[in-house]
């Protein structure tokens, strides 16, 4: 029976009511906008922007950190009479500033991932229009993405600087390009890396742990065999043994391709030749690390 208007009554306690709910009759933007936000979003929450001012703190000084060594720099080589090009090399420079770089991967890459595994929001994703696929391909992109500024930004402070100081152009463009290519190729591989270490846990903790261990572990760990290998005479181990740290592979094939000085122990590092396996075994982290993170979402269920 009606009762008034837009209701109807089944008793004297019970009604429905229309509330006025309407279709959605806007455009449909499909995957690559889901995929194209994803990024967006999570290249943003890498350097804490549109969240917390706490969670702007740490990515914003090792971004601060990173520019204000390449502008000391820049000040030294000019302010120092005589000085005709830079005292570092680009391709040298985020060998050095390792520690800051890996600092910032293990804080924001379980930022990155390992909040939407602990509160199991990651199937929330998958009921919309986006493929486990969409999800790793962004993830991956926005993580590199971050790296790259990091590591990039300070570079461009560097060459900018160089030509202000008036220092042959032809070198330093030569210079520059080499190392953007060097912070671009370690980008992508820690990236991988970083973001399967944090995948792989959903507590926080010890994702940053993980990939602590991953990226400095390893590197003291080849350069003291290095070193033993150089005291005991055995130059011919030292330039393998570099395939076992991530530093040390980008290294390599910066040495070996990107005209960079060496940091292995005697100067010496991978000729062509081995510089060519150092490519393909970074290659293949990257193509590894992408197959871990599909199988690892593969089994986050609806």
Same mark, same amino acid.
């Given at each position: 029976?009606?009762?008034?208007?837009?209701?109807?009554?089944?008793?004297?306690?019970?009604?429905?009511?229309?509330?006025?709910?309407?279709?959605?009759?806007?455009?449909?933007?499909?995957?690559?906008?889901?995929?194209?936000?994803?990024?967006?979003?999570?290249?943003?929450?890498?350097?804490?922007?549109?969240?917390?001012?706490?969670?702007?703190?740490?990515?914003?000084?090792?971004?601060?950190?990173?520019?204000?060594?390449?502008?000391?720099?820049?000040?030294?080589?000019?302010?120092?009479?005589?000085?005709?090009?830079?005292?570092?090399?680009?391709?040298?420079?985020?060998?050095?500033?390792?520690?800051?770089?890996?600092?910032?991967?293990?804080?924001?890459?379980?930022?990155?991932?390992?909040?939407?595994?602990?509160?199991?929001?990651?199937?929330?994703?998958?009921?919309?229009?986006?493929?486990?696929?969409?999800?790793?391909?962004?993830?991956?992109?926005?993580?590199?993405?971050?790296?790259?500024?990091?590591?990039?930004?300070?570079?461009?402070?560097?060459?900018?600087?160089?030509?202000?100081?008036?220092?042959?152009?032809?070198?330093?463009?030569?210079?520059?390009?080499?190392?953007?290519?060097?912070?671009?190729?370690?980008?992508?591989?820690?990236?991988?890396?970083?973001?399967?270490?944090?995948?792989?846990? $959903?507590?926080? +903790?010890? %994702? *940053?742990?993980?990939? @602590?261990? &991953? #990226?400095?572990?390893?590197? !003291?760990?080849?350069?003291?065999?290095?070193?033993?290998?150089?005291?005991?005479?055995?130059?011919?181990?030292?330039?393998?043994?570099?395939?076992?740290?991530?530093?040390?592979?980008?290294?390599?094939?910066?040495?070996?391709?990107?005209?960079?000085?060496?940091?292995?122990?005697?100067?010496?590092? $991978?000729?062509? +030749?081995? %510089? *060519?396996?150092?490519? @393909?075994? &970074? #290659?293949?982290?990257?193509? !590894?690390?992408?197959?871990?993170?599909?199988?690892?979402?593969?089994?986050?269920?609806?």
């Amino acid at each position: 029976m009606s009762t008034e208007t837009g209701a109807v009554s089944g008793s004297e306690t019970s009604r429905i009511h229309n509330i006025g709910y309407r279709s959605y009759d806007g455009k449909r933007l499909g995957r690559s906008y889901a995929r194209r936000s994803l990024y967006s979003q999570s290249l943003r929450g890498s350097f804490g922007l549109g969240r917390s001012a706490k969670s702007k703190v740490l990515p914003m000084l090792l971004f601060g950190v990173m520019c204000m060594v390449a502008a000391i720099i820049v000040a030294v080589a000019i302010a120092a009479p005589g000085t005709t090009a830079l005292p570092i090399k680009y391709t040298a420079f985020a060998i050095y500033l390792q520690a800051v770089i890996g600092l910032f991967l293990a804080a924001q890459a379980p930022q990155s991932v390992s909040r939407d595994l602990r509160f199991k929001s990651v199937p929330l994703y998958f009921s919309r229009p986006i493929e486990r696929a969409d999800y790793v391909v962004a993830k991956l992109a926005a993580m590199a993405s971050a790296l790259f500024i990091l590591t990039g930004a300070p570079l461009v402070i560097l060459y900018v600087g160089a030509l202000l100081g008036k220092f042959d152009f032809a070198e330093q463009t030569k210079g520059f390009g080499q190392g953007l290519v060097s912070v671009a190729l370690l980008s992508v591989l820690f990236a991988g890396l970083g973001l399967v270490m944090a995948a792989l846990t $959903p507590r926080r +903790g010890f %994702g *940053v742990a993980a990939v @602590i261990a &991953v #990226l400095t572990i390893s590197f !003291g760990a080849v350069s003291t065999v290095q070193a033993i290998a150089w005291q005991t005479g055995s130059t011919g181990a030292i330039e393998w043994l570099g395939l076992f740290s991530p530093i040390t592979l980008i290294g390599g094939v910066q040495t070996a391709f990107l005209g960079a000085t060496s940091a292995f122990p005697g100067g010496e590092g $991978p000729g062509v +030749g081995a %510089g *060519v396996v150092y490519l @393909i075994v &970074v #290659l293949a982290l990257v193509a !590894g690390s992408y197959a871990v993170l599909m199988r690892r979402y593969r089994r986050v269920g609806l």
